[in-house]
């Protein structure tokens, strides 16, 4: 059983910058991967990123491509996700998810089997 807990959210001015932090606690396996997604009032849920956690490959939502970046954290074993260049459009709550993820499989919400709670990003206008 995995635990997620995000961290970081906040509220931001459009083109500002915010870190988030997802720690994970339990068992994680070797063939898991750590996903980003996002969910505004009123829209769907919504995948932003994701990391391999054996390998460190990424993938991201061509929304984000070359505003967000994934990473692990080695000295805190947490996935971080960089959001600089915010837009109005990025405020949403965002989940930190855990899965076993093959292929392109990724960007599937039901691929992951464990969410976090959720932080609040807010981006002004």
């Known amino acids: 059983q995995v635990q997620l807990v995000e961290s970081g959210g906040g509220l931001v001015q459009a083109g500002g910058s915010l870190r988030l932090s997802c720690a994970p606690s339990g068992h994680i396996l070797s063939t898991y991967g750590m996903g980003w997604f996002r969910q505004a009032p009123g829209k769907e849920r919504e995948f932003v990123a994701c990391?391999?956690?054996?390998?460190?490959?990424?993938d991201y939502a061509d929304a984000v491509k070359g505003r967000f970046t994934i990473s692990r954290d080695n000295t805190k074993n947490t996935v971080e996700l960089q959001l600089n260049s915010l837009k109005p459009e990025d405020t949403a709550v965002y989940y930190c998810a855990a899965g076993v993820i093959t292929g392109y499989a990724y960007s599937l919400s039901r691929r992951y089997a464990y969410w976090g709670q959720g932080t609040q990003v807010t981006v002004s206008s």
């Open positions: 990391i391999m956690w054996s390998d460190g490959s990424t």
